[in-house]
Structures are given as structure tokens and as C-alpha cells.
């Protein structure tokens, strides 16, 4: 059996309620959703944590998962939802955090220059990732964490391959475009 017969089966068996069949879903896929939260967060407790939300709410909510060999791209998109949310929340807390005097974070603040600098770049191409669209979100991460060519992704997500191609150019496009313009951050132009 071809590894795509596979995961479909073990996609209809976790439809019918099969724990192993999701648990063997989940280990086919598991690296490559660790890879994409770590890039996109960039702090480990966040990926793991955000790879197990997203493994909860997958196991729970694949009966309605209409396309067996949607799988994939299905759990990518709640991964991405969920990374979203934990960057809101940074963004919150940074904003929050704005508020106090800068004496008492520079108190607290314990970082070399070269992991602030990191940060600081994590954070801009974090911000030109919110320039794009859903599905041009989807097609980037699966191709520059997932590992995936534009073939599998466009079978993952029912689109063409040429299609997923010129969705992928376009949207690193944008990001230069915005990175390259000084990017809007915080309200701030950089």
C-alpha cells in the first residue's frame, strides 16, 4: 500500500473512532508540525504546546474532516491558526510590557545582543507572514517547514500544481516587498 493509501485509511479508521489509527496519523506528521511551530514561534514550549492543541482539536474534530486526502493541509491550517493566536499573544504582551518604564525591564532583561537582534528578525518576518493571505500562509509553511514540493502540496489541497507555484512566488513577493519597505510594526515604521 502506497504511503498516500495509507494515511487516507488511517484518516477513514480515525473517522470511526480508531485511537491507534490517529496516534499512527499523528506520528507520520508529528516532525514535520514541530518544524513549522518552532520556525513561526521561535521558543520551543510554544511549538510543543501549540503542536499538542493542535493535535487535540485535530483527534476531536476529524469526523468532519470531508477529504481523507485533505489530511495534511486540514492539520496544517489548525497548526497555523494556532500559532497565530500564541503571536497575538506576544504581541499583547510586548504592547503590555511597552507600558512600564524602561529602567524596570532593563532590570529584567537578560538578553546578549545577538539573541535581541534574532528576535528582533524573527519578529519582522513573523509580521510580513501576517501580509498574506490564509491559503498563501498554508502553501509557504508546508513548502519552507514542512519540506513539501509544490506536487504534494497541491494534492494536499486540491489545487493545481502550477496554481500552488505562482501562490508561493506571489506571497514571497509580498513579504519581500514588505520587509524591503521597513515593514509597519507596532504601529512603528522601521
Known sequence: ????????????????????????????????????ALYTLGNAQDAENAVSDTVLDAYAGIVRLRDEKAFRGW???????????????YVQRRQNQAQYPVEDMSQSAS?????????????MIQ????????????????????????????QMMNLNR???????????????NFLSAGGDMYGQQR
Do not use: P, W
Open 1 to 36: 500500500m502506497e504511503n498516500g493509501e495509507r494515511i487516507v485509511e488511517l484518516v477513514r479508521l480515525s473517522k470511526l473512532g480508531n485511537a491507534h489509527a490517529f496516534s499512527e496519523l499523528y506520528e507520520s506528521i508529528y516532525v514535520d508540525l514541530y518544524k513549522y
Open 75 to 89: 492539520i496544517f491550517r489548525i497548526l497555523s491558526n494556532k500559532c497565530n493566536r500564541i503571536i497575538r499573544e
Open 111 to 123: 538578553y546578549s545582543e545577538g539573541s535581541i537582534e534574532n528576535a528582533e528578525n524573527r519578529t
Open 127 to 154: 509580521t510580513a507572514f501576517t501580509v498574506l493571505s490564509e491559503e498563501e500562509k498554508q502553501i509557504v509553511s508546508m513548502t519552507v517547514f514542512g519540506g513539501y514540493d509544490s506536487l504534494e502540496i497541491a
Open 162 to 176: 502550477n496554481t500552488v507555484r505562482s501562490k508561493y512566488s506571489r506571497a514571497l513577493t509580498k513579504m519581500k
